[in-house]
Nanobody
Framework: QVQLVESGGGMVQSGGSLTLSCAASGFTLGHYNIGWFRQAPGKEREGISCISRTGDVIAYSDSVKGRFTISRDNNINTAYLQMSGLKPEDTGIYYC???????????????????????WGLGTQVIVSS
């Protein structure tokens, strides 16, 4: 069964840190670029970071640049999003996705485009209190 599972969310105070994981099963994550997205209450899903198949290309949206770090370990079929300096506006559900066609979508300074990704996990909730 092809599956992406996000984990690591929780509730933290402003300025705190969390590390999210994105575990893939049923397929080889290393064939795909990975995007992290989030959806705040009442807002559309926003692409915040992407990483290429081999990890040599990384990009962040301006909203998280300098505070979040994306990484991946293809040996264990897992990607990560380290988040520090969290702010209340970072509150939302965080999703990881895999791109289509595999490994061919651009990962640019604008961050990942939702239309380039077609497989998603169910998300993990992050709540940042002020």
């Amino acid at each position: 069964q092809v599956q992406l599972v996000e984990s690591g969310g929780g509730m933290v105070q402003s300025g705190g840190s969390l590390t999210l994981s994105c575990a893939a099963s049923g397929f080889t994550l290393g064939h795909y670029n990975i995007g992290w997205f989030r959806q705040a209450p009442g807002k559309e899903r926003e692409g915040i970071s992407c990483i290429s198949r081999t990890g040599d290309v990384i990009a962040y949206s301006d909203s998280v640049k300098g505070r979040f770090t994306i990484s991946r370990d293809n040996n264990i079929n897992t990607a990560y999003l380290q988040m520090s300096g969290l702010k209340p506006e970072d509150t939302g559900i965080y999703y990881c996705g895999t791109d289509w066609p595999p490994g061919e979508t651009p990962c640019t300074a604008l961050g990942p485009k939702e239309s380039d990704y077609n497989d998603w996990g169910l998300g993990t909730q992050v709540i940042v209190s002020s």
